[in-house]
């Protein structure tokens, strides 16, 4: 309680009312008398993760929610045994990140309970969108009616105001114009859309209220808690509005809360911005965020695939600061959201990545823009399913499968806690029907399902969905089983040819019996000597390899090594 203090007093400099005070620390010590079911105390190698939709499997008359959980446990749940549900609140726009009500089950995916009966199979990550909440909440009618309370929710601003440095994630104007009740036009901040509204966190009560929302969830079981947008969540007009210090401050106050409340909950920073910003949200390493999603990987891991060449990714993942024990990445390729560029820049070139885009556009990926200080657009991200990322149109289902899985085996052998789309692990293609339907660029990669579809497609055994279903699986549950991936051990990078990317991965002061990975990017077979001369075997075939001799890898092969 002494941390959560000093923080309230550094972020509002000893304005925060006393008796808003003792009503926000009251309630924290209620919820942490609360909540009896303890946390996993640290993350291992058995943790990877599913990232899905509440409503991805329909069936008639049914909540969404009991269809899921049928569909995990008989088909997801021997390899993932934790869950991130986006968010399934109801909600106006955004497939769900425009938040009507925190507090409430979208009625389309069940109730409360259809979520804590999922939570006795699986432990459960949910989104706290933190930023912005829905044009349509009560909180925002309740601003727009003038009520008493509510003045300061949000953020106001005179049109004229120069927000010109103001970091832009969108091309979407930063001000919309609302009516109030008094017939007055109000210029209201709305960083991602105009029905996403942003929090004024500058007023106590909006902090006690969404400190009141984080308490709910934890209370309803979250395991993990993402902080969606967390960079924008404090404005100083005048500063680029991402990534300021009284936003970190705030990671930190939710950190210090879950910390007192539910000891063993980690907080994830969801930040699509160049790597030194994102693992800014660290901290100390024991202060803020204990994982930040590695949003860097999914770009550099396309590139060096489509390129044929690990040396970004090599030189990237050289440079990374092993985790301290208290800290690790959230790896991931594939998401609810486009493949982001941001995180890429200064790493590769702006003519790598516009070459990129080029060549992804041209095989059918779609793609988004975001405003520059200068008035220029800059594309903001890709949209496209990781598989159609990966492959061209003319390609053949088993190159497509090849470099599919070659990618996630590289996801899965990095250091940190791995996460699987759900439109990965059921080889999704591009859903364009989708596209129209929605109305914007995302939905190329959120398709949802008849369950019934969706089973009996899996169950087709030439198919390219069921070998990615199948092959995926396999190496998720092989990868659990192997101490040396444990997210905190370190890993070692080998000089090597640019078509290979060459890692070993093993415990502190137990090298020799970690695991050596080989991963062929290119298209052709390329000839090697392992850094190591000893006898292997590669866990994933059971093949022998003498690592005395040269090998030779095909196109798109990699192997796990164990002496």
């Given at each position: 309680?002494?941390?959560?203090?000093?923080?309230?007093?550094?972020?509002?400099?000893?304005t925060?009312?006393?008796?808003?005070?003792a009503?926000?620390?009251?309630?924290?010590?209620?919820?942490?008398?609360?909540?009896?079911?303890?946390?996993?105390?640290?993350?291992?190698?058995?943790?990877?993760?599913?990232?899905?939709?509440?409503?991805?499997?329909?069936?008639?008359?049914?909540?969404?929610?009991?269809?899921?959980?049928?569909?995990?446990?008989?088909?997801?749940?021997?390899?993932?045994?934790?869950?991130?549900?986006?968010?399934?609140?109801?909600?106006?726009?955004?497939?769900?990140?425009?938040?009507?009500?925190?507090?409430?089950?979208?009625?389309?995916?069940?109730?409360?309970?259809?979520?804590?009966?999922?939570?006795?199979?699986?432990?459960?990550?949910?989104?706290?969108?933190?930023?912005?909440?829905?044009?349509?909440?009560?909180?925002?009618?309740?601003?727009?009616?003038?009520?008493?309370?509510?003045?300061?929710?949000?953020?106001?601003?005179?049109?004229?105001?120069?927000?010109?440095?103001?970091?832009?994630?969108?091309?979407s104007?930063?001000?919309?114009?609302?009516?109030?009740?008094?017939?007055?036009?109000?210029?209201?901040?709305?960083?991602?859309?105009?029905?996403?509204?942003?929090?004024?966190?500058?007023?106590?009560?909006?902090?006690?209220?969404?400190?009141?929302?984080?308490?709910?969830?934890?209370?309803?079981?979250?395991?993990?808690?993402?902080?969606?947008?967390?960079?924008?969540?404090?404005?100083?007009?005048?500063?680029?509005?991402?990534?300021?210090?009284?936003t970190?401050?705030?990671?930190?106050?939710?950190?210090?809360?879950?910390?007192?409340?539910?000891?063993?909950?980690?907080?994830?920073?969801?930040?699509?911005?160049?790597?030194?910003?994102?693992?800014?949200?660290?901290?100390?390493?024991?202060?803020?965020?204990?994982?930040?999603?590695?949003?860097?990987?999914?770009?550099?891991?396309?590139?060096?695939?489509?390129?044929?060449?690990?040396?970004?990714?090599?030189?990237?993942?050289?440079?990374?600061e092993?985790?301290?024990?208290?800290?690790?990445?959230?790896?991931?390729?594939?998401?609810?959201?486009?493949?982001?560029?941001?995180?890429?820049?200064?790493?590769?070139?702006?003519?790598?990545?516009?070459?990129?885009?080029?060549?992804?556009?041209?095989e059918g990926?779609l793609?988004?823009?975001?405003?520059?200080?200068?008035?220029?657009?800059?594309?903001?991200?890709?949209?496209?399913?990781?598989?159609?990322?990966?492959?061209?149109?003319q390609d053949?289902?088993?190159?497509?499968?090849?470099?599919?899985?070659?990618?996630?085996?590289?996801?899965?052998?990095?250091?940190?806690?791995?996460?699987?789309?759900?439109?990965?692990?059921?080889?999704?293609?591009?859903?364009?029907?989708?596209?129209?339907?929605?109305?914007?660029?995302?939905?190329?990669?959120?398709?949802?399902?008849?369950?019934?579809?969706?089973?009996?497609?899996?169950?087709?055994?030439?198919?390219?969905?069921?070998?990615?279903?199948?092959?995926?699986?396999?190496?998720?549950?092989?990868?659990?089983?192997?101490?040396?991936?444990?997210?905190?051990?370190?890993?070692?990078?080998?000089?090597?040819?640019?078509?290979?990317?060459?890692?070993?991965?093993?415990?502190?002061q137990?090298?020799?019996?970690?695991?050596?990975?080989?991963?062929?990017?290119?298209?052709?077979?390329?000839?090697?000597?392992?850094?190591?001369?000893?006898?292997?075997?590669?866990?994933?075939?059971?093949?022998?390899?003498?690592?005395?001799?040269?090998?030779?890898?095909?196109?798109?092969?990699?192997?796990?090594?164990?002496?």
């Open positions: 309680m002494e941390t959560i203090t000093a923080l309230l007093d550094k972020i509002y400099a000893d925060f009312p006393q008796a808003a005070r009503r926000l620390l009251s309630r924290i010590a209620a919820a942490r008398d609360a909540i009896k079911l303890p946390r996993k105390a640290h993350w291992d190698e058995q943790d990877v993760v599913l990232i899905t939709y509440a409503d991805q499997f329909r069936e008639t008359d049914k909540p969404t929610l009991q269809s899921f959980s049928r569909f995990y446990q008989q088909h997801l749940q021997a390899s993932f045994p934790l869950v991130h549900l986006l968010p399934f609140f109801p909600y106006s726009s955004d497939d769900g990140f425009s938040v009507i009500d925190y507090h409430q089950v979208n009625p389309l995916c069940g109730e409360w309970p259809d979520v804590a009966r999922l939570h006795q199979e699986t432990r459960l990550m949910f989104d706290f969108v933190c930023n912005h909440m829905s044009a349509h909440s009560a909180w925002f009618k309740h601003y727009l009616a003038l009520d008493p309370g509510w003045d300061d929710f949000f953020i106001s601003m005179p049109p004229a105001t120069d927000l010109s440095a103001v970091t832009r994630p969108r091309t104007p930063l001000l919309t114009p609302f009516e109030m009740a008094s017939g007055e036009t109000r210029f209201i901040w709305t960083t991602f859309s105009a029905d996403q509204i942003d929090l004024n966190f500058g007023n106590p009560e909006v902090l006690i209220r969404m400190v009141e929302v984080l308490l709910d969830y934890l209370q309803k079981g979250a395991d993990y808690v993402r902080l969606d947008a967390v960079g924008y969540m404090w404005k100083t007009p005048g500063t680029r509005c991402i990534h300021l210090e009284k970190h401050l705030l990671v930190k106050l939710f950190r210090a809360i879950a910390d007192t409340v539910a000891p063993g909950t980690v907080i994830i920073t969801e930040t699509n911005v160049p790597h030194k910003d994102n693992v800014s949200y660290f901290g100390d390493g024991h202060d803020e965020a204990q994982m930040v999603y590695q949003f860097s990987l999914p770009p550099l891991v396309l590139h060096a695939i489509h390129s044929g060449s690990g040396r970004a990714l090599r030189q990237w993942a050289g440079a990374l092993p985790g301290n024990g208290g800290t690790t990445f959230f790896n991931f390729l594939a998401s609810h959201d486009g493949i982001g560029l941001n995180p890429a820049r200064g790493i590769l070139s702006e003519v790598e990545i516009v070459a990129l885009v080029r060549d992804l556009a041209l990926a793609v988004s823009y975001k405003n520059n200080p200068d008035g220029t657009t800059s594309p903001y991200e890709i949209n496209v399913t990781y598989l159609d990322a990966l492959n061209r149109q053949s289902d088993d190159t497509r499968l090849r470099r599919f899985l070659l990618a996630h085996a590289i996801l899965l052998a990095f250091p940190g806690v791995p996460a699987i789309y759900i439109q990965s692990i059921l080889g999704s293609r591009n859903d364009y029907e989708g596209v129209k339907a929605a109305g914007h660029n995302r939905a190329i990669n959120r398709q949802k399902f008849d369950l019934a579809a969706i089973e009996a497609a899996l169950a087709q055994n030439d198919t390219l969905r069921h070998a990615i279903y199948t092959r995926l699986s396999q190496l998720i549950q092989l990868r659990t089983r192997q101490s040396a991936f444990h997210p905190d051990n370190p890993m070692r990078l080998y000089d090597s040819d640019n078509a290979l990317l060459v890692l070993k991965r093993h415990a502190p137990q090298q020799d019996n970690g695991l050596l990975c080989v991963f062929n990017l290119s298209g052709k077979s390329v000839e090697t000597t392992l850094p190591e001369a000893r006898l292997f075997q590669d866990i994933v075939t059971g093949e022998r390899i003498d690592g005395t001799q040269r090998i030779t890898l095909d196109a798109w092969q990699f192997v796990w090594l164990k002496s």
